[in-house]
């Protein structure tokens, strides 16, 4: 078997990977990062999800990096799109003027900053980029994890990477079993979190939904697809919460409860400059074409784009018949190819049976984009994935922390150790266990260093969704620019640990070595408190 051997060992290449890496490499260390798709960025690209974001994210709110990210993305599309003169000129550019985000983009986009994000460090040398790879097996006795197997997904070769530090920045925590380090799956019980939402005993195999997303355009023709298999199945599927047909536009409203029937209009003749994607306000999701668009077509030159471009991360795409964690590799893919027909099957409901404004049914002029998300098949590249295992930490996040109900004009709990802000509703979607939308009102939140920390694990980091959230605060701390932060602070504390012979733990316990690292972050443009917010 090779072997390498590294400062730091970055296993996973979505936000929170390449953010620890970005983290680590500027403190001057050298990194191996892994990730087992063809793209590195995770939820921003291989499972082609605009950036979940909060109202104030471009005045305050973000890390400096998280932030450099966004302008990025928009000088990319100023220096090689045909904007109109009036888009270019616009400061707060969103390219697909989606309601759910200000900086709706295509997913090659925002893989073209982050690989050039990174570039630097890969022509100095300090960087060796794995992929497709992901972790199988790890030397890990006592409470020192000394090494991680990495298995290319394609020829089956393996690789032995050992390290100083290891960052689990994988979208399902998958070194923590590997690891032997200490995790909680699914819903916890409110006798052992206290939180309101919780139910009253434990549910360890009920997470949220995952959901494969796609993209797609109107132009004119036929273009409707053959019958998917397993369409029958789908189109009769009906939650016993959701008020009709999973394959329909009517669904609970996340914040009521309610059901709502929202509206599918492909190219409105609408103008980008006037969108107003202000969490604060509603979903967005009313009208589904606006909701995620990562091109509207009036942000180009007439001509450039046939159409706007719409990415499908609907209610209806989300797949709640079984969890994908703690599973067999056969359960598992079972089920990631039972998602994925479901996402076949509400594409061509869309093209044949969905119900039009003019009193008729289908859009046949429907086109998937899987140029877009770079595949064949036409869907995303990975599955979106929105709860992942958790470490058991040095502190847990709850609830009651951050929920507005509980808090109200207190705001969030204030850590001591706090590394980083984040802001977005607890915001769950329907689950493995048959549970409905949870959406809470929350405060604006902190991200304690403790979360980062396993209790027991002395050179592990958790580096992106696995941080010691419970089920329900998953919900707001797993949206990209927290995820970001998170990976951020990971690569940054472990390049701390490594030039002050420390411990992540004495960090964090330690008063002085704690304002010493919080001071670092500070001069990274890592923010720690927010202004005076309120919650919505």
Known sequence: MREMKTDILVVGGGLGGVAAALGALEAGRSVVMSEEYDWIGGQLTSQAVPPDEHSWVEQFGVTRRYRALRNGIRRYYRDHYPLTAASRAWGQLNPGAGWVSRIC????????????????????????????????????????????TLRHRDTGDEIMVAAAFVIDATELGDLLPLTGCDYVTGFESRADTGEPSAPATAQPHNVQAVSICFAIDHVD????????????????????????????????????????????????DDDPLLVDADQRK??????????????????????????????????????????IIDVSETEKARHLEAAADLSRAVFYWLQTEAPRADGGTGFPGLRLR?????????????????????????????????????????????????????????????????????????CPFEIPLGALLPRRMTNLLAGGKNIATTHIT????????????????AGMLAAHCLDNNATPHQVQADDAQLATFQALLARAGVETRWPDVRAY
């Open 105 to 148: 983009a295509e997913p090659r986009v925002g893989l073209a900053v982050l690989e050039a994000m990174l570039a630097p460090y890969r022509g100095a040398g300090r960087l060796t980029v794995l992929q497709p790879y992901r972790p199988v097996a790890a030397d890990a006795p006592g409470d020192t994890v000394r090494a991680v």
């Open 221 to 268: 023709g036929d273009h409707t697809v053959d019958k998917p298999r397993n369409y029958d199945l789908w189109r009769a599927y009906q939650p016993h919460f959701w008020g009709g047909p999973l394959l329909g536009f009517k669904a609970p409203n996340p914040r009521t409860l309610e059901i709502a029937e929202r509206s599918f209009t492909p190219n409105p």
């Open 282 to 323: 509603s979903g967005g999701d009313q009208n589904l074409w606006t909701f995620r668009r990562i091109a509207a077509r009036r942000n180009f030159v007439p001509g450039a784009y046939a159409s706007d471009i719409c990415l499908v991360n609907w209610p209806m795409i989300d797949y709640m018949e079984g969890s």
């Open 370 to 442: 899987g140029d877009l998300t770079g595949t064949t098949h036409g869907l995303a590249m990975a599955p979106y994935i929105r709860e992942s295992r958790r470490i058991l930490g040095v502190t847990r996040i709850v609830e009651q922390h951050l929920s507005h109900a509980v808090r109200g004009d207190h705001g969030a709990v204030r850590y001591r150790d706090s590394v980083g802000v984040g802001m977005y509703r607890i915001d769950l979607h329907p689950s493995t266990g048959g549970d409905n939308y949870i959406d809470v009102p929350s």
């Open 474 to 489: 998953n919900g707001c701390y797993r949206l990209h620019p927290v995820e970001w932060n998170v990976g951020e602070v």
